[in-house]
């Protein structure tokens, strides 16, 4: 029985890692950004997190940065190549831990879920920035503002993404509350 | 919208690089990717770069390939040129034009800086050019095996990457499905404003979720019922194999460190 439950969610987790990386290349573009995109990278990470817990969550999010570096990643430094592969979207299952799966019995709690993405998509920021101002401190000449740089650049395409993710989780939250309650396995 | 979609750069081929053991062939590429840090003269960038070419030639990649893949780190390499070029004041003047002097020390970091990105980024992307993901899945799943003792699950990982991999084909044409039949129900995922937007959107994520989880929950059971039960003792369809070519670059690309070294300045 256990068994067939953690295999149910292995695949569950294999499932959205390969959704995650098909909604990357959808793009959602703004007005906010100039030439910028924004993807639903995100969303998949999220729900398999508060479908399955944050243990899930981290999974999805290691197979899904994983995938993006088998296919062919820019790999500028060896430390950006750990840093913002797989670390980057494994710490979004973090999003899981404010949440049970008692608590979406009962209701879909919005506050922790945002909560828990707001904190999901900020431990991505602060890897990304960390990332940013290692590389690209070891290309820019001494006395560039690296560490604004990273800041600006890193929260110019997290902040609109990390938005319209909440959103897109919250209607379907609203619409399909199923998704986030834990299935049996029979 | 899935114009420019391609999974994965592998390009199947007989070439010298594409018989490597993908194990070897990561070693090399961690290892050729932390030693180019080491490099800060002309010699040990020229022995790099023939070193480059001499790969090159065994890969059997064309170069159209190459170039496309470092096109993304383009703009980069001349960004960090030119902030070299402008912000270095060190060493004699070379030329200047208006009020921008250029110094020898800005133009040769330049310089060696635009080459260590464009060295990397050539040496990564041949990786993914001559090697499968499922081919880099295995490798990474043994060179990780040994993390199994501290619980990591090596296996598991490497079992739902290689779901992933084979599965994301299949999820991609069923998103083309749905955004097809939502496009013919008056959803646009293009224009309108931003609420029509995302409605549109959500009508394409919640069915791909409940397709994904269906079709996740009957390959479980289908798995189940063939009695999968993961881990130790299960053989392999495609069994790696380390052969001479394996050894003979390991030693080779370890030979070129130690050269790389006495090439310091």
Redesign the interface.
Known sequence: ME??KR??I??????????S???G??E???PWLAGGSIS?IM??IF?MAFRRGWKAGL?TG??AG??QL?????????VQ?VLEYPIAYTVLGFAAIFTTHAVFRERIPYLLMLIGIVFGALLRYIDHFVSGVIWFG????E??PVVVYSALYNASYLIPQTI?TV??LF??AK??PK?FDQPKWK | ??E??I???YLPGRSFLHHMDPRAKIAAV?FL??VI?LVNSWNGYALFGAVAIAIYFLSGVPFRYIRK?MF??FI?VIL?FF??AF??REGDILFSVGMFSFYEE?IR?GLF?SL??LL??YF??LL??TTS?ID??DA?EQMFSPLERFKFPAY??A???S???R??PT??QE?EKIIKAQTARGAD??KGS?RD??QA??S???P???R??R???D??YA??ARG???GEGRTKLRLLVWGWRDTLCCVLIAAFGVVLLFLRQ
């Open positions: 068994r067939g295999l149910a292995m695949i569950e987790t294999a499932f959205m890692a390969a959704l990386f098909i909604l290349f959808l959602f573009g703004g639903f969303v998949p729900l999974a290691f197979l994983m995938l088998l296919q062919g990643a820019t790999i500028v430094h060896p190549l070891s290309y820019a000449p006395g560039t319209i959103i897109i209607v379907i619409y399909r998704f | 919208m899935f420019n979609v999974i994965g750069q961690l990717i932390i840090f893949g993304p780190v980069l960090t902030l070299h912000f270095t800005g970091q800086i260590r990105l990397l980024v990564t992307s993914t050019l993901p880099l899945t990474l598991d990982v079992m739902m990457m779901i992933a991999i599965f994301i999820l991609l998103t995922f293009n931003m937007r995302m959107f959500v394409l994520l919640v791909l979720f409940v994904a989880f079709r996740a929950e390959l479980a798995m189940e999968y039960n993961g």
